[in-house]
């Protein structure tokens, strides 16, 4: 039986100048799946992110989001229809703590602001005390517990990264859109990343839209993977046939054709005798945007 369409992206296209981020981007993600978002550097993925968060707006396309035309909502009424994200670069404040953080991002669902809990203004204790018991479960949910009082900022960079992914969860969402989520995790901490994914989508029927250049977690977790490059839809499917197609490796080997990215320069990589071919989406390097060198 065919799930329900959470999310309908139709026809976006997003120009700056004379330079078109997005070209008539049209995808869908059904409800309880995981959907990969990849495609070289500068292909647009996190543009995309930011027209479907409404920080960006498009000059053309629409965006539905659980059967509604959400298109021309600011960013804040997105999330409280259910959209939640991660950042490319962390979201979370380095000067908070872990439980701050998380409570900070609770407030987009609390009902009143957040310095209105903090100055225990009538009506927001009782419920401050609920998000603080919120706040408690996620952080264990996420093996936080030992760092929750200690300042984001003195933490290890995986560990702020998983301080974000509880963040997002904290607006209680319907849809979690992370950007890079395993970007400068350590491998061991990739797997457990893996792990963490298919739980929410398991046990908590979360459905999650990630952009991710870390194949081997591409394709052990996403159920449908679309391909961007120059703004366009290169293609979509599964992750193993994704992994194969031609054209796929082709524009990943285009985008890193530099020393390491192929040992012959461009052709496409042949299939190991006991195993898929190498896939060569692999981070190029440190960011333009000063984020960590991957780790594939
Ligand atoms: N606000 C902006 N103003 C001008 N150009 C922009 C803006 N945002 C993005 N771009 C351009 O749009 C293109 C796509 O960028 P984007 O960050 O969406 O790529 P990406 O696929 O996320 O790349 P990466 O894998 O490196 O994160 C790039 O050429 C970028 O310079
Ligand atoms: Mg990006």
């Given at each position: 039986m065919s799930r329900r369409q959470l999310l309908k992206v139709e026809g976006l296209s997003l120009r700056f100048g004379g330079l078109q981020v997005l070209d008539d981007l049209s995808l869908t993600v059904r409800e309880g799946r995981i959907v990969g978002l990849i495609g070289p550097n500068g292909a647009g993925k996190t543009s995309c992110f930011n027209c479907l968060t409404g920080i960006y707006r498009p000059q053309g396309g629409r965006v539905f989001f659980d059967g509604k035309d959400v298109s021309h909502l600011p960013t804040h009424r997105r999330?409280?229809?259910?959209?939640?994200?991660?950042?490319?670069?962390?979201?979370?404040?380095?000067?908070?703590?872990?439980?701050?953080?998380?409570?900070?991002?609770?407030?987009?669902?609390?009902?009143y602001s957040a310095l209105a809990g903090m100055l225990g203004l009538?009506?927001?204790?009782?419920?401050?005390?609920?998000?603080?018991?919120?706040?408690?479960?996620?952080?264990?949910?996420?093996?936080?517990?030992?760092?929750?009082?200690?300042?984001?900022?003195?933490?290890?960079?995986?560990?702020?990264?998983?301080?974000?992914?509880?963040?997002?969860?904290?607006?209680?969402?319907?849809?979690?859109?992370?950007?890079?989520?395993?970007?400068?995790?350590?491998?061991?901490?990739?797997?457990?990343?893996g792990t963490t994914l298919r739980e929410l989508r398991d046990r908590l029927r979360l459905t999650i839209l990630m952009i991710e250049h870390h194949v081997p977690l591409v394709a052990d977790v996403c159920d449908y993977v679309y391909v961007l490059n120059f703004g366009r839809l290169l293609t979509e499917g599964e992750p193993e046939a994704i992994q194969r197609h031609p054209e796929v490796i082709a524009a990943y080997l285009g985008g890193a054709a530099e020393p390491g990215a192929g040992s012959d320069g461009g052709t496409v990589p042949v299939a190991a005798a006991d195993g898929p071919p190498d896939w060569p989406l692999v981070p190029e390097g440190p960011h333009s945007d000063g984020r960590p060198d991957g780790t594939a």
């Open positions: 999330a409280r229809r259910g959209i939640a994200r991660t950042w490319q670069n962390l979201g979370v404040i380095d000067a908070l703590t872990v439980t701050e953080n998380v409570m900070l991002a609770q407030h987009q669902r609390a009902g009538a009506g927001t204790w009782h419920r401050e005390r609920e998000l603080r018991r919120d706040a408690a479960e996620i952080i264990e949910y996420f093996g936080l517990e030992d760092v929750a009082d200690e300042r984001a900022g003195e933490l290890p960079y995986g560990v702020r990264k998983t301080c974000d992914m509880a963040m997002a969860l904290a607006t209680d969402p319907k849809m979690l859109m992370l950007d890079e989520p395993a970007s400068g995790l350590s491998p061991e901490e990739a797997l457990a990343l």
